[in-house]
């Protein structure tokens, strides 16, 4: 297949048996706030694609991500769609990048960061729950502050 070609490809050129790619997919369920304090909740579906490993990146994992959500508060209900670069160590990651909204009169977009600590779950496949602190910045007048939880499981090779 495509994903174990490309798993292949991969370990062959960063020659390290400790490196492993995958590919990871869940949800997330997270409490908003807006710079008005109108609070509102968020829930979504999130895919990476990473590589991690306990040599070459001292335990830890970099990769990209994407994520479709949406988003109800008292004023607004909107979809977001964010996608960017992710790194972590051990524990502790970050990931972040571009982020558009939409609430059916207009589309915006902006950008996004978000801080993760992550626990594993030891399962047959990898699974892992984290809690976050996201930020999605708009302009002065938009934007957005959540507090959540992310489950993903995946596969690599």
């Known amino acids: 297949s495509l994903l174990f ?23 997330f369920l997270s409490g908003t706030i807006d710079p008005d304090f109108n609070p509102g909740f968020r829930t979504g579906f999130e895919v990476s694609a990473i590589l991690s490993g306990g040599c070459l990146f001292f335990i830890g994992w970099i990769g990209l991500y994407a994520d479709l959500s949406y988003m109800v508060s008292k ?29 059916n009169d207009k589309t915006e977009y902006g950008w996004t960061v978000r801080m993760l600590l992550t626990i594993p779950v ?8 984290s809690v976050f602190f996201r930020l999605n910045h708009f302009n002065e007048d938009h934007g957005a502050y959540e507090f959540g939880v992310l489950y993903k499981t995946g596969w690599g090779g």
């Open 75 to 103: 004023d607004i209900n909107s979809t977001l769609v964010s996608f960017g670069p992710e790194i972590g160590f051990m524990y502790i990651g970050v990931d972040g990048g571009v982020l558009m909204w939409n609430d």
């Open 122 to 129: 030891f399962t047959q496949d990898y699974a892992a729950v």
């Open 5 to 27: 070609s490309m798993n292949k490809n991969i370990h062959a050129a960063l020659d390290d048996p400790y490196i492993n790619s995958g590919i990871l997919y869940g949800g």
